[in-house]
Structures are given as C-alpha cells and as structure tokens.
T-cell receptor, first 115, second 113 residues
Framework: ETGVTQSPTHLIKTRGQQVTLRCSSQSGHNTVSWYQQALGQGPQFIFQYYREEENGRGNFPPRFSGLQFPNYSSELNVNALELDDSALYLC??????????????FGQGTRLTVV | AQRVTQPEKLLSVFKGAPVELKCNYSYSGSPELFWYVQYSRQRLQLLLRHISRESIKGFTADLNKGETSFHLKKPFAQEEDSAMYYCALRAKGGSGNTGKLIFGQGTTLQVKP
C-alpha cells in the first residue's frame, strides 16, 4: 500500500505568480482534501474532492482552485500569489464516510514561499 | 461556530511525569474528535479517535460532552513522546463527504530526561 505523496517538497514563487501543487492519494482512497498550515498554526481546510468534484470548501478565495483526476490524484492551484500564501500545504486522502473508516492520511506537505 | 481550542502552545514535563494536553471544542451536533501527532521531520499522523475508545502508545482521550473537552492523557511520559499534538474535529458532510477536519493550533510536548 502506497502512502500519500506530494510534489514538489519546496517551492519559491514571486508575488502575483501562479502555482500548482500535486498530490497522489493513498491506494484505494477516492477522497482528497487540501489544507493550508501557516507557521505556528494548525492546518486549515481549503477544499475537498470526491469522485473528481469539489465536495466542500473552506474560507478561501476563488483564486484557490483544484482538480481531481480519474486516478484520484489531485492538484491545488493558486493564482495571483500573495505574501500571506506562504505556508505548508498538506494533502490528505481518505475513504468516503459510507465505507466506515474515514481516517485521513496526510502527505509530507509542500512548503511554499512567496517573495 | 465550529472551533477547536488548545490553550497551551508548549507543555514541558520530565520523563515519567503525567501528561495532559487540553482540547476544547465548539460544535453543534455530535462531534467526531481526533488527536493527530507530528514527530520531528515526519508527516502528520492519526494518534487516536474518540469513537475507538482505544489506548495508543499509552495515550487515552475521553470525550466529555458536558465540558466540550477531549483532553489527551498519558500517566508516564517518555522522551519519544516529544512532538507536536493537534486536536481535530470532523465536521460532518453530505453523502460521500468525509467532512472537513477542523484543527486546533497545536501543543508542543517536550519531555525532558
């Protein structure tokens, strides 16, 4: 069984640019969630994808968008980057609640720095 | 409002001392609560969940609905317990939606030799 993998591990971007972060979910998991973790804070929910559709969104502006692919991997896209977007971005995969065990398995994260 | 509060940023104890990491929550409905742990240079991982009522690595946590708390306890701390601990609440979602996790700010547990 493979775990959740994210790429890249580190990234530096300039304010105003766009960035794409990638996540491969754990084998068999069709639900992917993205979280933003600012320094010294707990992770904050951005959105969740289930069967390739956005299925829940946190308090983030529309310039945060995502995709889920048929193999359940996912992308997080952020447009018009701002300095405050600098954070660790975490991806988590899980089974849907109908399957009982809904433990979320996290990737190692992508550290994004906006300068 | 749905919220998880961990009042202590840092908890420092000596090896062998009891540990209690505090967590309070605010949620309308029946909550599903978790403790996640992040060891140095490792990814966030589930430690335990309230519905399992299990003990993992000597840690236990009891859901107290009256006090809206889910404190994490261990009678005798070990040096390898040093890590960042996050309390989290799962907000129930719709069909097929496992629901978002709402995290507290985290507590760093430092166990001194």
């Amino acid at each position: 069984e493979t775990g959740v993998t994210q790429s890249p591990t580190h990234l530096i971007k300039t304010r105003g640019q766009q960035v794409t972060l990638r996540c491969s979910s754990q084998s068999g998991h069709n639900t992917v969630s993205w979280y933003q973790q600012a320094l010294g804070q707990g992770p904050q929910f951005i959105f969740q994808y289930y069967r390739e559709e956005e299925n829940g969104r946190g308090n983030f502006p529309p310039r945060f968008s995502g995709l889920q692919f048929p193999n359940y991997s996912s992308e997080l896209n952020v447009n018009a980057l701002e300095l405050d977007d600098s954070a660790l971005y975490l991806c988590a995969s899980s089974l849907p609640s109908s399957r009982g065990n809904t433990e979320a398995f996290f990737g190692q994260g992508t550290r994004l720095t906006v300068v | 409002a749905q919220r998880v509060t961990q009042p202590e940023k840092l908890l420092s104890v000596f090896k062998g001392a009891p540990v209690e990491l505090k967590c309070n929550y605010s949620y309308s409905g029946s909550p599903e609560l978790f403790w996640y742990v992040q060891y140095s240079r490792q990814r966030l991982q589930l430690l335990l969940r309230h519905i399992s009522r299990e003990s993992i690595k000597g840690f236990t946590a009891d859901l107290n609905k009256g006090e809206t708390s889910f404190h994490l306890k261990k009678p005798f701390a070990q040096e390898e317990d040093s890590a960042m601990y996050y309390c989290a609440l799962r907000a129930k979602g719709g069909s097929g939606n496992t629901g978002k996790l709402i995290f507290g700010q985290g507590t760093t547990l430092q166990v001194k030799p």
